[in-house]
């Protein structure tokens, strides 16, 4: 499975896909790490956890999306992060936007959900260019939701 933009490749992350990375190619964090476990007990996991972000000019990995989990009362929860050195470029926007319509295009997903720290201006900005609306806060962190055009 891959899902492309204009300027990007997003791939699920799975343990083929990062053996077949090049040593240092990117960071197996504590969240990737953890997703494949999740992955290896569960292959129904597959899609519902870590994809990998890469240019298409220059293939190299620029940031990781994704999903904590598979949907659950027809929402599902999204994420993501970027290496510093592509921030400001629109990749968020327009690798989340991709994966955003890929979940409501499956069974069962009506709503995206979202949360991020009130003092994080970038990951709020983005989003908003998502269409997100703002649905609370809880002393620090902010949530979002999107829910599908055709049920709102």
Known sequence: MKLETKRLTIMPCTRPY??????????????????????????????????????????????????????DAKKVEI??????????????????????Q??????????IIAECLSDNGSSIRVLEKLEMKRTGQEGDMVYWERKEENNE
């Open 102 to 111: 890929w979940a409501f295009t499956s069974d069962g997903v009506e709503r």
């Open 18 to 71: 990062m053996a077949s990375l090049s040593e240092g190619e990117y960071s197996l964090g504590g969240h990737i790490a953890s997703h494949l476990k999740k992955l290896d007990q569960n292959p129904e996991e597959y899609g519902w956890g870590v994809w990998l972000v890469t240019e298409k000019e220059t293939g190299r990995i620029v940031g990781d999306i994704g999903f904590k989990g598979r949907p």
């Open 79 to 100: 994420g993501y992060g970027f290496d510093p050195s592509v921030r400001n470029q629109g990749y968020a926007t327009e690798s989340v936007e991709r994966l955003i």
